[in-house]
């Protein structure tokens, strides 16, 4: 705790004011203790930003962080650039972000000085609803200071390229993924951001985000092992017996409908088996989606949420695996499908697409339509007019930090593809001639 609010002092985030305006309260702190990998405690002061008033303590909140196709692009850029790579973190990074509303704050417990003076808050306090924004703002601006370009497709990506060389950063709030083709200028550019934040030492890309990056020369493999021990000890499910599918053979939603439902800590475990979906276990993407929520309570079937984890369990050290081309050929290729008609519920077909840059994987989808297709080739299109979008956006993140050769769309239905290819549409198909159009301009 002192520790902490040394840090506090140092970095000034607070004056010590009387209270001046009556009807207005400061916000409260607590405490929040951690236990760390090394074994050492943390205290960390944290404001009680839930008390804030919007238009009065704060006005705008969001602050974007990179989108997990966007860092696989820019690991693929390393791969077969042969970018030298080090990751690092800023150390009370919301601390180095300014307030540009008047916040107060009552003192922290255990150092109040009997004054009743309150917490004129400069900085933006770990708590406070904009202390992120704040933060971003706060990098951003020192980007453009020395000269980086900050991409327009996804504001967390800066570039900076000078004869030939090119610099990357990736920002996830206070994590920090460097890669250069120069190792003496991506240092140079370490020591400046040093200079200016608080940082940890910068180390070799090995782990980022909890995902584990292993460079070899021919290879990258990404993986998560101990992101999965650690939820499958949270759901007590450790010593459960390995299974070798997601989901039992032939199985349906309508199966999960008619099963027995058990009030679990469902939020909890979707959204850690969500997280492992977009990261690195495309795998289980469809498992996941499949897996239904009854009434507000959000009940689910548990046997089936506990399979998912049983699969992990047996294959927790599957791996991600980008090759390296002797020949890049910086293309982007689409694979499109779908099924038709196989929920026997509602009857609405489910899309998938995976997009790939340079034969590695860095977007995939598995997603129920909206609406009930009334044949197969009705589905195939619909999923072709939506990939697309996932497409045109990473294509123009790409044209910002490389380049693209060509782009392919692979799909399997030959009615669907007559029906883009030919400008006449057929009868059956006219309520879907928006989208057959916007597939064509693509």
Not at 78 to 83: A, D, H, T, V
Not at 227 to 244: A, Q
Request: hydrophobic letters at 35%; a positive charge.
């Amino acid at each position: 705790m002192d520790e902490e609010m040394l840090s506090m002092e140092k970095n000034k985030v607070w004056d010590l004011v009387k209270l001046p305006e009556k009807e207005k309260q400061p916000i409260t702190c607590k405490w929040i203790f951690k236990r760390k990998r090394d074994g050492k405690y943390k205290a960390r002061l944290v404001a009680r930003g839930f008390m804030q008033k919007e238009g009065v303590d704060y006005t705008e909140t969001f602050s974007p962080v990179i989108s997990m196709p966007s860092l696989r692009l820019v690991l693929v850029l390393i791969l077969q650039e042969n970018l030298h790579s080090y990751v690092m973190d800023v150390k009370t990074a919301f601390l180095n972000g300014d307030l540009d509303e008047v916040v107060y704050m009552s003192q922290p417990q255990g150092y109040d000085d009997g004054t009743r003076k309150v917490c004129k808050l400069n900085k933006s306090l770990y708590g406070l609803k904009q202390a992120p924004r704040q933060w971003f703002h706060e990098f951003q601006q020192f980007m453009n200071k020395v000269k980086f370009k900050q991409s327009t497709s996804d504001p967390c990506i800066f570039i900076q390229e000078e004869k030939g060389r090119k610099i990357i950063i990736c920002l996830y709030v206070d994590d920090l993924l460097i890669a250069g083709s120069d190792p003496d200028e991506v240092k140079t550019v370490i020591n400046l951001l040093q200079n200016e934040f608080e940082m940890s030492k910068s180390a070799p890309a090995i782990e980022f985000l909890g995902i584990r990056l292993v460079f070899t020369p021919t290879e990258l493999k990404l993986d998560q092992e101990e992101y999965i021990d650690k939820m499958l000890k949270r759901f007590n499910m450790s010593d459960c017996k390995p299974c070798s599918t997601p989901l039992k053979p032939k199985c349906t939603p309508a199966d999960f409908a008619n099963s027995e439902l058990f009030e679990g800590p469902f939020r909890e475990l979707i959204c850690s088996l969500l997280y492992l979906t977009v990261t690195t276990r495309p795998d289980i993407l469809f498992s996941v989606n499949s897996q239904p929520a009854s009434g507000e309570t959000y009940c689910c079937a548990w046997t089936g949420l506990k399979r998912i984890l049983r699969y992990l369990k047996g294959t927790k050290n599957f791996k991600l695996v980008y090759k390296k081309l002797h020949n890049p050929n910086f293309n982007i290729d689409l694979y499109v499908d779908a099924d038709w008609a196989s929920d026997t519920i509602d009857r609405k077909s489910v899309s998938g697409y995976v997009l790939m840059f340079c034969n590695c994987p860095i977007l995939w989808c598995c997603k129920k339509q909206n609406c009930i297709s009334l044949s197969s080739t009705e589905a195939e299109i619909i999923a072709l007019s939506k990939s697309p979008q996932d497409l045109l956006y990473y294509k123009s993140v790409l044209n910002e930090i490389s380049h693209i050769n060509s782009i392919f769309i692979y799909e399997d239905n030959q009615s669907a593809i007559k029906s883009v290819t030919n400008e006449n549409v057929c009868g059956r198909l006219k309520h879907l001639d928006v989208k057959l159009k916007f597939i064509r301009e693509t």
